[in-house]
T-cell receptor, first 116, second 120 residues
Framework: NAGVTQTPKFQVLKTGQSMTLQCAQD?????MSWYRQDPGMGLRLIHY???????DQGEVPNGYNVSRSTTEDFPLRLLSAAPSQTSVYFC???????????????FGDGTRLSIL | AQTVTQSQPEMSVQEAETVTLSCTYD???????LFWYKQPPSRQMILVIR??????QNATENRFSVNFQKAAKSFSLKISDSQLGDTAMYFC?????????????????FGKGTKLSVKP
């Protein structure tokens, strides 16, 4: 059981480049989300999804795009990277239905992204 | 909107002693969950303890316990017999209790964190 897998673990981009951060989970979780972590700011929600085909914005969605075509995958896209998007990105997932509703989230190991 | 405040950016404790990390939150919800996550230098986010707001009894997990004061909207974490491996960032987090499907129930609101150093 791999849990939540994020790739890559590290990435350096130039301003204006595009990039997709991958997130996959093998636990059949309905809920998936992306957070960014900046020094002194804690983790802030970027986008989330409650199931395949359903996505919504979190606290800091600008500059990011997501889609959820399968239950397992939830990629995060940066269409035109900016230095302000330098951060550590975490993907998380959880069950939300039936007896497993309101369960704590499982986090991936994070992606450190630097934009020059 | 919910907010979570951790007023101690950094703390230190001697090995084997007890330390308490503070967390306060603001919400108009009556049903919710509170969590403490640990983030060691490896960057992993590790769930330490969870508290359901409808439960009056404070949650306990081995050396970790909480003091949950619902009326005061306070949720502190006590670490007993501190160990070197407890050195980490600790985040307090809030989650609304929602319906079984849909909505924003899974979204976590995090505090800014407390950096805990355990000294030998």
């Amino acid at each position: 059981n791999a849990g939540v897998t994020q790739t890559p673990k590290f990435q350096v981009l130039k301003t204006g480049q595009s990039m997709t951060l991958q997130c996959a989970q093998d636990m059949n979780h309905e809920y998936m989300s992306w957070y960014r972590q900046d020094p002194g700011m804690g983790l802030r929600l970027i986008h989330y999804s409650v199931g395949a085909g359903i996505t919504d914005q979190g606290e800091v969605p600008n500059g990011y795009n997501v889609s959820r075509s399968t239950t397992e995958d939830f990629p995060l896209r940066l269409l035109s990277a900016a230095p302000s998007q330098t951060s550590v990105y975490f993907c998380a997932s959880s069950r939300t239905r039936g007896d497993y509703s309101n369960q704590p989230q499982h986090f991936g190991d994070g992606t450190r992204l630097s934009i020059l | 909107a919910q907010t979570v405040t951790q007023s101690q950016p950094e703390m230190s404790v001697q090995e084997a002693e007890t330390v308490t990390l503070s967390c306060t939150y603001d919400t108009s919800e009556n049903n919710y969950y509170l969590f403490w996550y640990k983030q060691p230098p490896s960057r992993q986010m590790i769930l330490v303890i969870r508290q359901e707001a409808y439960k009056q009894q404070n949650a306990t997990e081995n050396r970790f316990s909480v003091n949950f004061q619902k009326a005061a909207k306070s949720f502190s974490l006590k670490i007993s017999d501190s160990q070197l491996g407890d050195t980490a960032m600790y985040f307090c987090a809030f989650m609304k209790q929602g319906a079984n499907y849909g909505g924003s129930q899974g979204n976590l609101i995090f505090g800014k964190g407390t950096k805990l150093s355990v000294k030998p």
